[in-house]
C-alpha cells in the first residue's frame, strides 16, 4: 500500500489547526449534464438512498438520471445567482467571517476552508492542501445542525476514506450536531424577531426541515428527534405556544413513505384550518439553496395560495449573519479547548533547523 506523505514536508513548517466546514453540494452548473453527475455522485452514495446496490443501480442509471437531471436543472435555473449557486456563495461567504472571527483570537494559528460532500470543491482536494500546508489538527464542522446517517454520518465516511490513504493523520474532532446548542438557537430566534420587525408576525410559524425517509427513523436515526428539539427550542425563546408552530418536513424523494407531517400537504390544509397567514423557517438548512429558494419561497407558496392561503413568508436561513458565524465561532472554540495552539513556535523553529542539520548524525535530536 502505498500511503501518501505530504512532499515538501520541513520541520520549520508552523504546526496549523484546520476547522473544515462542509455542506452538502451543488452542481458546477444549471444544465443537465452538471446535474447529470452531481445527482450520480450524490444518489450513489448509499448513506442517502439506503436500497440494495443492484437494485438501486439498475433504478438510478436505468431511470432517474435519465429524467430527473433535465427537471433539476429547470429548478436550479430559477435560483441561479451572477455568483452561481446559492449554496456554494453562501458557504463560501460562512467559511470567509469564520476564518476572519477566530483570526480575532487565535491569528493565523487556525486555518478555516470550506468543502463540498459531493462535487466540488470536493473534500479530498481540500483536505490535501490543508494538511499539506501544516493543519496538524483538524475540526470537522459539516453544517447540518440535526444529526442524519445520510448528511453529517455521510461526511465523516468522506473524511475516513480520505485518512484511509494518508500516512500521516492529524488530531480530529468531529461536530457531528449542534441542533440544541444555545448559541445556534439564539442565532435562530434572532433571525426570525429580526424577520417579525418587519414583517409581523404570523398565525402560524412553520419550521420546515429537510424530510428522510421515515424507515431512517426506525432504524435509529436521530435526526427526526433532533428537528423537533430545535423546534421546541426555538419556540420557547419566542415564547409561542404550542399552536403557534408546527414542525414538517419537506423535499419528499421516491415513493416510499418519509418522515410526516409533509411540508406541502400540511400548507395546503391549513387555510382549511382557517389558518391564513403563515410564514415558514427551516432550521436545518445553514444556507439557502434550492430546497428553501424554490421549494418554500416558491412551489410551497403556489400550494398555500391556492388551498386560500393570504399571507404567506420565507424567513430567510441563517446564510454568513453574524449572530451564525457567533455561534460557529463558539462551537469551534469549545472544540478547540484542550489544544495547544501556536505555543512555543520560536523554540519550534529553532529546533526544527538543527534537526535537519542533524538527521542522520550520531547525535540526539531534539
Ligand atoms: C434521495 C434522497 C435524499 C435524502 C435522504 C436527502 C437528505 C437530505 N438532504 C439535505 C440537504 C439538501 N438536499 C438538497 C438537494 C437534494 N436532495 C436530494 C435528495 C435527498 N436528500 C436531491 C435529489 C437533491 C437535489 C435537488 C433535486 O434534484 O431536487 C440540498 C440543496 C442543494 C443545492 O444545490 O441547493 C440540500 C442543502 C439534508 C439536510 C438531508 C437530510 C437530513
Ligand atoms: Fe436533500
Ligand atoms: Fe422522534
Known amino acids: 500500500m502505498n500511503y501518501r506523505g505530504y512532499a515538501g514536508f520541513s ?27 452531481y445527482l450520480k455522485e450524490f444518489l450513489s452514495d448509499p448513506r442517502v438512498v439506503e436500497v440494495p446496490r443492484v437494485l438501486w443501480w439498475l433504478i438510478l442509471n436505468g431511470v432517474i438520471l435519465r429524467i430527473r437531471p433535465r427537471r433539476s436543472a429547470a429548478a436550479y435555473k430559477t435560483v441561479w445567482t451572477e455568483q452561481g449557486s446559492p449554496l456554494m456563495f453562501h458557504t463560501e461567504a460562512q467559511a470567509k467571517e469564520l476564518q476572519a472571527s477566530l483570526a480575532k483570537d487565535y491569528g493565523d494559528d487556525v486555518v478555516v476552508r470550506f468543502a463540498m460532500r459531493y462535487g466540488s470543491p470536493g473534500m479530498a482536494s481540500v483536505l490535501d492542501e490543508m494538511l499539506s500546508s501544516g493543519v496538524r489538527k483538524l475540526v470537522l464542522l459539516p453544517l447540518y445542525p ?36 444555545a448559541g445556534y438557537i439564539d442565532a435562530c430566534v434572532q433571525q426570525i424577531k429580526a424577520f417579525w420587525q ?5 398565525q402560524k410559524l412553520i419550521f420546515s426541515y429537510h ?19 430545535t423546534s421546541r427550542l426555538i419556540a420557547e425563546q419566542l415564547e409561542l405556544g404550542k399552536d403557534d408552530y ?29 389558518v391564513k397567514n403563515v410564514q415558514v423557517f427551516c432550521p436545518g438548512f445553514s444556507a439557502d439553496c434550492l430546497e428553501t429558494i424554490e421549494e418554500i419561497g416558491e412551489e410551497n407558496r403556489e400550494y398555500f395560495e391556492q388551498a386560500g392561503g393570504e399571507h404567506y413568508a420565507y424567513i430567510p436561513a441563517l446564510n454568513a449573519s453574524e449572530p451564525h458565524i457567533a455561534a460557529l465561532t463558539a462551537l469551534v472554540k469549545r472544540e478547540l479547548q484542550g489544544w495547544a495552539i501556536g505555543a512555543g513556535d520560536e523554540e ?19
Open 246 to 274: 408546527l414542525t414538517t418536513f419537506q423535499s419528499r424523494f421516491g415513493r416510499e413513505e418519509w418522515l410526516q407531517p409533509y411540508t406541502d400537504e400540511t400548507l395546503k390544509a391549513l387555510p382549511d384550518l382557517g
Open 348 to 366: 519550534r523553529e529553532q529546533r526544527a533547523a538543527a534537526r535537519e542539520r542533524n538527521y542522520g548524525k550520531l547525535t540526539n535530536q531534539d
Open 211 to 229: 424530510g428522510v425517509p421515515k424507515n431512517y427513523l426506525l432504524k435509529g436515526d436521530p435526526y427526526h428527534c433532533e428537528c423537533h428539539k
Open 198 to 202: 418587519q414583517h409581523g408576525r404570523p
Open 146 to 181: 440535526q444529526y442524519s446517517g445520510a448528511t453529517s454520518g455521510s461526511t465523516f465516511d468522506a473524511l475516513a476514506r480520505d485518512f484511509l490513504q494518508r500516512r500521516w493523520l492529524p488530531d480530529l474532532r468531529f461536530i457531528s450536531h449542534y441542533h440544541d446548542d
Open 11 to 37: 520541520h520549520a513548517q508552523k504546526d496549523k489547526v484546520g476547522v473544515l466546514i462542509t455542506n452538502l453540494g451543488t452542481p458546477d452548473a444549471p444544465d443537465t449534464p452538471s446535474l447529470r453527475r
